[in-house]
């Protein structure tokens, strides 16, 4: 690849310190994810970040179904849930799955909570769990002042 098109590992990182969602899901669908795996496990400053990848360390992927897999998971399935029970995209491979604090994989893919019951409604998924929850006051001012110069 060109140096310019290159995002590397630590960019990745770098973009991601400091991000306050509870849970930041990376899904790599490619071979040799054992860099990324090890500076995730090594670092204190991503805590909330879960990787999945369709091989371990330094697997080489033949063609596999990995994305289509994820493409298929239903909004309110538990993520740990569905990755260990429907693993037949893996026929072959091993997933790898880093967690940095454990139990971040205990929730369906918006964040919400495995199990609820009663359910959720979709008011209240999209109310509590979906979108940025934490806007900078800084962006939030601006785009009040964008609306102010319209009128």
């Not at 993520?79 to 454990?102: C, H, M, Q, R």
Request: charged share 20%; aromatic share 10%.
């Amino acid at each position: 690849a060109d140096q310019k098109e290159k995002y590397t590992v630590g960019e990745l990182l770098m973009d991601l310190e400091g991000c306050n969602a509870h849970r930041v899901l990376i899904f790599v669908d490619q071979s040799y994810p054992g860099t990324l795996a090890k500076k995730l496990l090594s670092s204190k400053k991503h805590p909330n970040v879960i990787l999945i990848s369709n091989s371990r360390g330094s697997e080489f992927t033949w063609a596999s179904c990995f994305t289509e897999f994820w493409g298929e998971l239903h909004p309110n399935q538990c993520l740990i849930d569905y990755l260990f029970k429907n693993v037949a995209w893996a026929a072959s491979l091993t997933p790898g799955v880093v967690e940095s604090t454990p139990g971040l994989l205990n929730s369906t893919i918006y964040g919400g909570p495995c199990y609820d019951n009663p359910p959720l409604t979709p008011e209240e998924v999209k109310r509590e769990y979906m979108g940025c929850q934490n806007l900078p006051t800084a962006v939030w001012y601006q785009t009040i002042q964008r609306k102010d110069l319209l009128h």
